[in-house]
């Protein structure tokens, strides 16, 4: 079943085509990065301009470089949520035309879901069940995953998001927007030279906390007599430090909990380097195997919806197509179900 696959939740227009016999066909991103660093983080309204300018184009790019046309599509898969409304709107609103107009199913994706997933697209996929790390911009989660669509919550952040951490602490040194590989590219040249906290890192749960992190980074900042490159660099060791050491000291009591033994890492943050290593470092240790994408499916892209709507809808029964629509900005990833 050959799927064309849209995502345009945020800041990125993702287009994939997946096809359940041969695998991943083509993909394409057009990142708004850009656009939206001059005023600091995104701004809805031109995140929706730009996903209508951009997502079409990148539809007719894919065909192309799969030698494929839209008369050849068995089905669509599209970003239902969660994430920006008006973001949302306009990939679903494109999908859901493209899927009347060929008379094609179509289905909705859960963002999260596309994430969850993307290890899957890499070669030695992880059989389920694992534990899943789900660390993006706006998601930190630790799940236990027995399928499609089998998701069990275990553990979550209480405030900010890892990623959204590291956007913070790179607004803090002055590194733009989005700071993640900006303060981890920094971070990889610092040394050994503050203390910052290791919030909740003994807690007797699975839950994290980023805020007071941040809080202590920008005391740490106000402390210094001057922000020059080298404490730039030793502030983002340490901080990089503290989030890669909880990070991996909570999945590890996610397997040890739930007597797995095999881990997948997703979302923007599991790109990170420090993360990884010390995470193969750990997991090695314990017979334990960690499964991630391809850096460049650790963000935002198109390739993760095409593959989890492929999965959906490859696995639903042929029942008659509904091709209104409705978006979910909110949308908890433990609310799906596997496909019937
Ligand atoms: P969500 O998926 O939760 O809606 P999102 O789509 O914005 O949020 P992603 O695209 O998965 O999140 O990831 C973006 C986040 O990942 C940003 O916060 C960014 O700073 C962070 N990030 C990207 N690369 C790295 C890196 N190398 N190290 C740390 N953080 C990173
Ligand atoms: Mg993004
Ligand atoms: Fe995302």
Redesign the pocket.
Known sequence: MLVLGIES??DETGVALYDTRRGLLAHALHSQIDMHAAYGGVVPELASRDHIRRALPLTQQVLAQADKTLQDLEGIAYTQG??LAGALLVGTSIAQSLAMALNVPSVGVH??EG?LLAPMLEENPPAFPFVALLV????SQLMRVDGIGQYELLGDTLDD?A??A??KTAKLLGLGY????A??KLADQGKPQFQLPRPMLNSPDLNFSFSGLKTAVLTLVNNQPELNEETIKDIAWEFQESVTEILVHKCLKALKQTKLKRLVVS???G???RLRTRLNEAAAKRGISVNYPRLEF???NGAMIAFAGAMRLHAMQPGKQDYSFSIRPRWDLTELKAPQ
């Open positions: 939740s945020c969660p994430g963002h999260l994430h993006s911009g706006g998601h998001a990623g959204e590291f956007d989005p700071g993640g590989p303060v981890s979302g923007g943050v790109a990170n380097k650790c963000t935002d």
